[in-house]
């Protein structure tokens, strides 16, 4: 198993500022992935962060909105951008390797803008 | 297109009674299938999973789901339920050949009454 430190696990945010949200895992990892979680909504897929390449986004969300760093095989970010009241959801980090079996999600950060 | 299904947007039930919540799936392939439980506030936890083999599987906290491949369906059960189950339940298929990505459905709240 993997152990999943996501920071911070709830921040609340004024518009137009930016967040950067940290995901930690205790061991390397293939893959990481960020799921956005609106109120009251399932869990959708942002992009998948592989090291040492840029991170693939889903349609929907662009680089400029949500950039990511993934700089070694331990660790990722993901950053809101120019935040609205939209923007207000649950962020989860997830790892794992190509293997959906064996994934793992975080215990997500919860995002207010205000 | 992989996709997920859960027909029940809320369910209601009592305290001692048997639970069933429905996930039917849309996958081209022999699918990995996941529950996942979220309380408020919290992230996911895994309740279970099917990868292969005996098509009815264990988790945790007592409930088990039943892969059925004519049916295009795994269910959750669990034959007495208790007031702390009262959360969100999320059903995922995982794709393996998209590199560990998951398709959730949209979930299904329950409320556990006395």
């Known amino acids: 198993s993997a152990v999943i430190s996501q920071k911070p696990s709830r921040d609340i945010c004024q518009r137009g500022t930016s967040l950067t949200i940290q995901c930690q895992v205790d061991?390397?990892?293939?893959?990481m992935f960020w799921y956005r979680q609106q109120p009251g909504q399932s869990l959708t897929l942002i992009a998948t962060a592989n090291q040492g390449s840029e991170a693939t986004y889903e349609s929907g969300f662009v680089i400029d909105k949500f950039p990511i760093s993934r700089p070694n095989l331990t660790f990722s970010t993901l950053t809101v951008s120019n935040m609205s009241p939209e923007d207000s959801s649950i962020y989860l980090c997830?790892?794992?390797?190509?293997?959906?079996?064996?994934?793992?999600f975080g215990q997500g950060t919860r995002l207010t803008v205000v | 297109a992989q996709s997920v299904t859960q027909p029940d947007i809320h369910i209601t039930v009592s305290e001692g009674a048997s639970l069933e919540l429905r996930c039917n799936y849309s996958y081209g392939a022999t699918p990995y299938l996941f529950w996942y439980v979220q309380s408020p506030g919290q992230g996911l936890q895994l309740l279970l999973k099917?990868?292969?083999?005996?098509?009815l599987v264990q988790g945790i906290k007592g409930f088990e789901a039943e892969f059925k491949r004519s049916q295009s369906s795994f269910n959750l059960r669990k034959p007495s339920v208790h007031w702390s189950d009262a959360a969100e339940y999320f059903c995922?298929?995982?794709?393996?050949?998209?590199?560990?990505?998951?398709?959730f459905g949209t979930g299904t709240s329950l409320t556990v009454i006395p």
């Open positions: 995922a298929v995982g794709a393996s050949g998209t590199g560990n990505q998951f398709y």
């Open positions: 997830s790892v794992g390797p190509i293997d959906p079996r064996w994934a793992f």
């Open positions: 061991s390397q990892v293939t893959m």
């Open positions: 099917y990868f292969s083999g005996d098509t």
